[in-house]
């Protein structure tokens, strides 16, 4: 099983860039830039919630679950 983050895909949709992201949150560039390349190990709520206010989104606009994939199925 996987956690994909798709913050790069919805910034891309949005034409916004780390920096739009970071004023617009407060968020630290670091912790936008790991989740903008899908580096991150765990997130705060307090962070998702900043960037689905200020993305107007949903979390499963941001998260991704993918689940592991069976042996022959």
Same mark, same amino acid.
């Given at each position: 099983?996987?956690?994909?983050?798709?913050?790069? #895909?919805?910034?891309?949709?949005?034409? !916004? @860039?780390?920096?739009?992201? =970071?004023?617009?949150?407060? /968020?630290?560039?670091?912790?936008?830039?790991?989740?903008?390349?899908?580096?991150? #190990?765990?997130?705060?709520?307090?962070? !998702? @919630?900043?960037?689905?206010? =200020?993305?107007?989104?949903? /979390?499963?606009?941001?998260?991704?679950?993918?689940?592991?994939?069976?042996?022959?199925?």
């Amino acid at each position: 099983m996987a956690i994909k983050c798709k913050l790069s #895909t919805i910034m891309g949709t949005k034409r !916004l @860039n780390i920096q739009d992201v =970071f004023i617009g949150t407060g /968020l630290s560039r670091r912790t936008i830039s790991e989740l903008y390349h899908d580096k991150v #190990t765990r997130v705060d709520y307090g962070t !998702l @919630n900043k960037l689905c206010e =200020f993305l107007e989104c949903e /979390l499963v606009d941001i998260m991704e679950y993918i689940p592991d994939k069976k042996d022959g199925k």
